[in-house]
């Protein structure tokens, strides 16, 4: 059975640029959930896909943005970047309410 | 407004004696709670849950109390192990049905540290 993967683990972007996470659900689940978590802090709920459908968001403002595909892997997409969207990106999955397993993160650095 | 707290950021233990972690919530809507490992470069890992029906779940070297009157719970670890040294983040959520969010709210985090 394979893990929540992620990729890519480590990205430098200017302030201003669009940057795209991705992450690959765990083999069976069809929920994933994305989760920003800032330097001493709890990762934050940004928002959840199910059956590639947005599933609830957290507040966070539009120009973070994510799809699903049909094979339950995810994107994250943040535009207009700013020096506070550096955070480590948490991606999980899970079944419908069911346990969430995370994976390893994409640590994003903006400039 | 934080609505998951752990007061304390760090906690040092002696291996094979008891580690307690605490955490409180505000939010009364909350009826799942969970607690996860974290290594650094890893990402968290689910340790165990309570439901809100519940005041005590063991598994294993890990217990966790929730006490909803006064809406904190504590992690047990007995007897604690040198691996056990990680950040340990709170968790709650409000349970949804079919499909419905379930978004964790996390705590800060304590750090463990578990002395040979």
């Known amino acids: 059975e394979t893990g929540v993967t992620q990729s890519p683990t480590h990205l430098i972007k200017t302030r201003g640029q669009q940057v795209t996470l991705r992450c690959s659900s765990q083999s069976g689940h069809n929920t994933v959930s994305w989760y920003q978590q800032a330097l001493g802090q709890g990762p934050q709920f940004i928002f959840q896909y199910y059956r590639e459908e947005e599933n609830g968001r957290g507040n966070f403002p539009p120009r973070f943005s994510g799809l699903q595909f049909p094979n339950y892997s995810s994107e994250l997409n943040v535009n207009a970047l700013e020096l506070d969207d550096s955070a480590l990106y948490l991606c999980?999955?899970?079944?419908?309410?069911?346990?969430?397993?995370f994976g390893p993160g994409t640590r994003l650095t903006v400039t | 407004d934080q609505q998951v707290k752990q007061n304390s950021p760090s906690l040092s233990v002696q291996e094979g004696r008891i580690s307690i972690l605490n955490c409180d919530y505000t939010?009364?809507?909350?009826?799942?709670f969970l607690w996860y490992k974290k290594y650094p470069a890893e990402g968290p890992t689910f340790l165990i849950s309570?439901?809100?029906?519940?005041d005590k779940n063991e598994d294993g070297r890990f217990t966790v109390f929730l006490n909803k009157s006064a809406k904190h719970l504590s992690l047990h670890i007995v007897p604690s192990q040198p691996g056990d040294s990680a950040v340990y983040f709170c968790?709650?959520?409000?349970?949804?049905?079919?499909?419905?969010?379930?978004?964790?709210?996390f705590g800060t985090g304590t750090l463990l540290a578990v002395q040979p």
């Open positions: 939010n009364s809507m909350f009826d799942y």
């Open positions: 968790a709650a959520s409000v349970h949804g049905y079919g499909g419905a969010t379930n978004k964790l709210i």
């Open positions: 309570i439901s809100s029906i519940k």
């Open positions: 999980a999955s899970s079944l419908p309410l069911g346990e969430q397993y």
